[in-house]
């Protein structure tokens, strides 16, 4: 995926809530990320995720830290603020605890903004707390990649 960044010359940021910076970790991990990828938010507290990403308190009071519109704004204000390309933001309940009946453990939004266009997309994952986490860093990366052209 690095390398792929590179040759279009696409720039890549992360805003991550439930993950806590493994999609970041999962990115610099590889050989030549510092060509494609500067900047890494954790905005782990829904205070992070205004001060650092510019989401509204409001949005987040009305519709939930874990909620498509939250994840759609935390993608743009990554992308914004880094002067990316692509930006992938994540906000879940990883567990154990958290979780409700309209958002049980295991649901993780994700965001995904480019220059043109904000995505969002809702998936229910199974498992621990750590299998969470880790099938949300790869749902995000695979995520990236298809973005990357």
Not at 27 to 41: E, M, P, R
Not at 53 to 68: K, N, R
Not at 88 to 115: H, M, N, Q, Y
Request: hydrophobic fraction near 50%; charged fraction near 20%; glycine fraction near 10%.
């Amino acid at each position: 995926m690095v390398a792929r960044a590179r040759a279009s010359a696409k720039k890549i940021a992360t805003a991550e809530s439930c993950t806590g910076g493994m999609i970041a970790a999962a990115l610099t991990d590889i050989a030549g990320a510092s060509s494609v990828f500067g900047y890494g938010f954790v905005t782990y507290a829904n205070d992070a995720k205004t001060a650092m990403l510019g989401v509204p308190a409001p949005l987040i009071a009305a519709e939930g830290a874990v909620s498509e519109a939250v994840a759609r704004a935390m993608a743009s204000g990554a992308r914004a603020r880094a002067d990316a390309d692509i930006a992938i933001a994540v906000t879940g309940i990883a567990g154990p605890e958290g979780g409700s009946p309209d958002k049980p453990v295991g649901t993780v939004w994700f965001g995904l903004a480019t220059r043109d266009a904000v995505w969002a997309e809702r998936i229910m994952f199974a498992g621990d707390r750590a299998a969470v986490r880790a099938q949300t860093v790869e749902h995000a990366l695979a995520r990236l990649h298809d973005a990357i052209s």
